[in-house]
């Protein structure tokens, strides 16, 4: 049988999610829960794979496994075996075709920004923190010339293991919400450190460090030393990945992103 997981999490104290040897990662967390419930090893495929100290709320993982268990038991049961800051959202039993990262045609983050002079306290990691006052209008010009589909290598990590940087960016909005800014970005998929990138770029432009035609610039470079500083991972959230209707995959309600923003 193939399952499927809607996973929550914090990804402050983690390395990631990815499988690390000796070091704590959310894969692992959940692998290991998972196998608890099941008494017997179990590996899970996940949608996206996220950074160190990157969090998530729609995170998608799939796995297979001959252990009968309703969709309630796995959810209820692996979430008993986790850490507070890791929370299984949702199962299901689905088709032997899907596929957690495969089937997927769009993926949802969001970037969450604290502008004042003041660093966070209650939201420390959970936020990215710009002491400089950000031009939301200035940001959202700048962030037009990135939409559609383009090479993306400039706003992406030169350990990039992706074999194109070509990708189909469908929404990057900036929008401010008292102290907050707020990015929202959907793709058909992001490369490696391509929203925070993207993020630096936009907060130069926005502090008045750079004009907004500076992000076509750096698109067009394809370069990635032509691009500006890689922005901190504390504000980054996976919200959402989005399959085909045929597959009936549940959808986190709070799309939106975290504090309701």
């Keep these: 049988m193939r399952i499927a997981l809607g996973i929550e999490y914090d990804g402050s104290s983690y390395c990631g999610w990815q499988y690390q040897e000796g070091v704590a990662t959310v894969q692992n967390a959940v692998e290991v829960a998972l196998s608890k419930i099941a008494n017997s090893p179990i590996r899970v495929i996940t949608a ?9 709320t729609g995170q998608v993982v799939h796995f297979e496994t001959d252990v009968i268990r309703s969709d309630y038991s796995w959810m209820r049961g692996t979430s008993r075996y986790l850490a507070e800051n890791v929370s299984i959202l949702w199962a299901k039993h689905v088709r032997d075709d899907f596929h957690a990262r495969f089937s997927a045609i769009e993926r949802r983050y969001q970037y969450i920004i604290l502008n004042r002079h003041q660093r966070p306290a209650i939201l420390h990691n959970k936020v990215s923190w710009e002491y400089r006052p950000l031009d939301v209008l200035l940001m959202q010009k700048a962030a037009k010339h990135l939409l559609g589909r383009h090479n993306f290598n400039a706003y992406r990590a030169l350990a990039c293991q992706a074999k194109s940087p070509v990708r189909d960016l469908r929404e990057l909005s900036v929008v401010r919400m008292g102290h907050f800014v707020v990015i929202n970005a959907r793709a058909d998929g992001f490369l490696h450190h391509m929203i925070r990138n993207i993020a630096g770029v936009l907060c130069s432009i926005g502090a008045g460090e750079k ?3 500076w ?3 750096v698109l067009a ?14 504000g980054l959230y996976l919200n959402a990945i989005i399959y085909p209707e045929e597959f009936n995959i549940p959808t986190v309600k709070n799309t939106t992103g975290i504090f309701g923003l």
């Design 48 to 56: 996206g794979r996220t950074d160190t100290g990157v969090h998530a």
């Design 211 to 213: 004009a907004p035609d």
């Design 215 to 217: 992000s076509a610039e």
């Design 221 to 234: 470079s394809e370069d990635r030393t032509c691009g500006g500083v890689t922005a901190s991972p504390d």
